[in-house]
């Protein structure tokens, strides 16, 4: 693999600890003047529900990289922030969450659940929407929501504490799921529930297990959307499923894969670009041989810690890979074999042509930064960014790489220099070449 250096810039320099969120949030506003980032005091800790967050922007058009407050929320996480992010559409317009309500009033309900807002930054006008938001649609006329609250009982990563889950002892709700909230009116309708994902087609040890669904993503036009439905098997492992639906109202669902599947983009309208894998070796399969996965599990769990959590181990000996996926019945297919090794937040270019992604940690705690063209399937790494070993876990400060439209430059946070901060990367190096007879 080719390595070439990038220039790098941080973006953040002031007070406290500063990110964008997560990869699939893109930053810059439609003239890429604006930078949208968050801003904590915390470091070192998970945040509770009294926990500030400052959520504004940087001026990228000023050398002194100024940043503006333009609102504050408790409701959030390290990975996915508040879901901040541009209105499409709408040159200067952020989305993100908040607590709505008083704790102490009748409004009790809407705290609990929180809420999105849709906030002009031109004219300084705000609008509430029913429920928090998780992904928009292309258009901006609407967007897609879920439970942050049962995310926080299965996936503290994702979700928000201090918010209530009233099915929380339903292991697949009918009245709980994805929501589709319309960015004008800002109501809020359940499209598809968490009991009709469980009950397609469900495996034989899906039954009496919690199931719940994470990262609703719009395909390009907005027409359909893919998500994830999870639950824990009784053997310790996560399953994982990943559907898409119809948008408008969670209908004509397809089951796209089944196994494992951690981070994906789309590449059109119908293919995505997911780190996937069946995983035999680890399915639930035959009950018998239970004790058998459970010795295996716990003989490599150990030497899988003590090699430095070597991410490519679960390629060779496990089987994951980088996957083209369809949901219109056309055949699924490996990508990348033998360049991308490891799991990664991947992104596809606007136009295309290229995917960004990160990987996890090395044995010296740094993250990989590598950019692939998608018609060789060459890829660059343009650089290794270390990240202190307290920020694992929960904590965890990825790289989370996003294109600028023009593909010239990545944003990433990281906490190289001991805090968290936001870094600009400059790829017209790399995506200004034709990398098909460059060497891998």
């Known amino acids: 693999m080719r390595k070439e250096r990038c220039l790098v810039e941080c973006v953040t320099e002031g007070d406290g600890q500063w990110f964008v969120g997560y990869y699939d949030k893109r930053p810059w506003n439609g003239d890429a003047s604006r930078l949208l980032v968050h801003r904590a005091s915390i470091l070192d800790r998970s945040p509770n529900e009294t926990d500030i967050v400052d959520l504004g922007f940087v001026d990228l058009t000023d050398p002194a990289r100024p940043f503006t407050r333009i609102a504050q929320s408790t409701l959030w996480n390290w990975q996915q922030g508040a879901m901040l992010q541009w209105l499409p559409g709408a040159t200067n317009t952020a989305v993100y969450n908040v607590r709505m309500g008083d704790p102490d009033t009748e409004d009790l309900d809407v705290w609990q659940i929180g809420g999105g807002v849709v906030h002009d930054l031109a004219i300084g006008d705000r609008r509430s929407l029913e429920r928090p938001v998780y992904t928009v649609a292309p258009d901006g006329s609407c967007a897609l929501s879920l439970s942050f609250a049962r995310l926080a009982e299965n996936r503290p990563d994702y979700g928000h504490v201090g918010v209530v889950d009233p099915t929380i002892e339903d292991p697949a709700p009918d009245d709980d799921g994805v929501y589709r909230v319309d960015m004008a009116t800002g109501e809020a309708r359940l499209i598809l529930s968490i009991e009709q994902v469980a009950q397609f087609d469900p495996p034989e040890f899906s039954r009496n297990r919690s199931h719940w669904v994470n990262h609703l993503m719009f395909n390009p036009s907005g027409d359909r959307f893919c998500f994830l439905h999870r639950f824990w098997r009784e053997d310790g492992n996560m399953h994982t499923r990943l559907f898409t639906a119809d948008s408008s109202d969670g209908s004509d669902l397809r089951l796209v894969f089944e196994g494992m599947i951690s981070h994906f983009d789309w590449v059109d309208d119908h293919t995505l670009l997911a780190w996937a894998g069946q995983r035999k070796l680890l399915a639930p399969g035959d009950p018998a041989k239970k004790g058998l996965r459970r010795h295996v599990l716990r003989s490599l769990k150990p030497i899988y810690y003590a090699m430095g959590k070597p991410r490519w181990l679960m390629s060779k000996v496990i089987g994951d890979s980088y996957m083209l996926l369809r949901d219109d019945g056309g055949a699924n297919e490996r990508f990348g074999k033998g360049v991308l090794t490891t799991d990664g937040h991947c992104t596809i270019s606007s136009d295309g042509r290229w995917m960004l992604t990160d990987g996890y940690t090395d044995r010296l705690n740094r993250l990989p930064l590598y950019v692939l063209d998608m018609e060789s399937q060459r890829a660059v790494m343009i650089g290794r960014f270390r990240t202190p070993a307290t920020l694992d876990g929960p904590i965890r400060c990825d790289l989370h790489p996003r294109f600028r439209d023009d593909s010239k430059s990545v944003c990433i ?28």
């Open 413 to 440: 946070d990281s906490a190289m220099g001991g805090r968290r901060r936001v870094y600009l990367v400059d790829t017209s190096g790399v995506t200004g070449k034709n990398t098909n007879n460059q060497d891998g």
